[in-house]
């Protein structure tokens, strides 16, 4: 479906931002983010995708131009800002930036507590946003004595926990064993069909690929390029020119397409890389 056409949930509209020391953080950088779709945000270390994270849920501020929440400029004032921050999730990268009670449960607790619920609903929440992300049996435990990849499921929670719009994520796959790059990939899928607006930060060309409905590269703090999934795999030029490579699968799909070769030694290949070439070679001579 062309992203284009679904309402914007979420909309930097020319933003700029310095940071004190003079750095760049946001240069005129315009996105766009459709309601309901998954959206990757790819781009080297300090093209600004932390920057722009801050500023879809007003912890930073543009210096110039907009960011617009359901069509509407955000509203700064405390008490904008409070609503704004229980419609839109922020993971931080680092779970030790994020965690600070001493339980998985208080933690958890502290969004819809400071909404004001009551303690009836804060207890039902904190329970489903728990059992969403598979730690319903760590809610009593210490958040020091918690892995990495806890520690992140427990943030996740945390936001779920105010029943957000849009979550976004930075870099969650970050540090994370496969296996739990697993799950977490089963937890957004379950969050996408209830509907919900995700924003991932990655590096990884190949996670953002297999996971969103489109992907968008930033370079020096602009938003470069865009590009619905489905036309990734004819973008190779156009990806090149921004240092990205196709994602893996693409790259295979494609020299599979020029014929159908299998033999033992192309099933001896022990990489990706390795596999491509023994297949470039022998499509070479079809
Ligand atoms: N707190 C800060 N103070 C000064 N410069 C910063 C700060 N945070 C980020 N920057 C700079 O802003 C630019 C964008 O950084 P960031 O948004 O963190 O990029 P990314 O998340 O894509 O790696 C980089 O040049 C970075 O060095
Ligand atoms: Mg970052």
Redesign the pocket.
């Known amino acids: 479906m062309n992203q284009q056409l679904i309402e914007p949930v979420l909309e930097l509209q020319d933003v700029s931002f310095r940071?004190p020391?003079g750095?760049?953080?946001l240069d005129r950088c315009s996105i766009s983010i459709p309601r309901g779709t998954r959206v990757a945000l790819l781009?080297a270390?300090?093209?600004?995708?932390?920057?722009l994270f801050l500023h879809l849920n007003g912890i930073l501020r543009p210096q110039s131009g907009t960011v617009l929440f359901g069509g509407v400029p955000l509203d700064y004032s405390r008490h904008g800002l409070h609503t704004l921050r229980s419609r839109i999730g922020l993971v931080f990268q680092n779970p030790d930036s994020q965690l600070f009670s001493a339980s998985v449960r208080e933690d958890v607790s502290f969004g819809p507590l400071n909404l004001g619920l009551d303690n009836e609903t804060v207890r039902s929440r904190v329970e489903e946003a728990l059992h969403a992300v598979g730690m319903t049996a760590y809610a009593d435990k210490p958040v020091h004595n918690l892995s990495y990849g806890q520690k992140k499921r427990v943030c996740i929670a945390g936001v779920l926990a105010m029943r957000p719009k849009v979550l976004i994520l930075d870099e969650p796959m970050a540090g994370l064993d496969v296996a739990m790059q697993v799950e977490l990939t089963h937890i957004l899928d379950q969050l996408h069909t209830e509907g919900m607006t995700i924003v991932i930060?990655t590096h990884d060309m190949d996670f953002a690929y297999q996971w969103a409905d489109s992907i968008t590269v930033?370079v020096n703090?602009g938003c470069a390029a865009n590009w619905d999934v489905e036309s990734i795999p004819e973008a190779l030029t156009e990806l090149a020119a921004y240092g990205l490579g196709m994602p893996k699968v693409a790259e295979l799909q494609r020299v599979l397409a020029i014929g159908r070769i299998w033999d033992d030694d192309i099933s001896s290949a022990r990489s990706h890389q390795a596999l491509i070439k023994k297949l470039t070679v022998a499509t070479a001579s079809i």
Do not use: H, I, L, R
């Open positions: 940071y020391d750095s760049v953080g781009g270390n300090g093209a600004g995708k932390t920057t930060a930033m703090g």
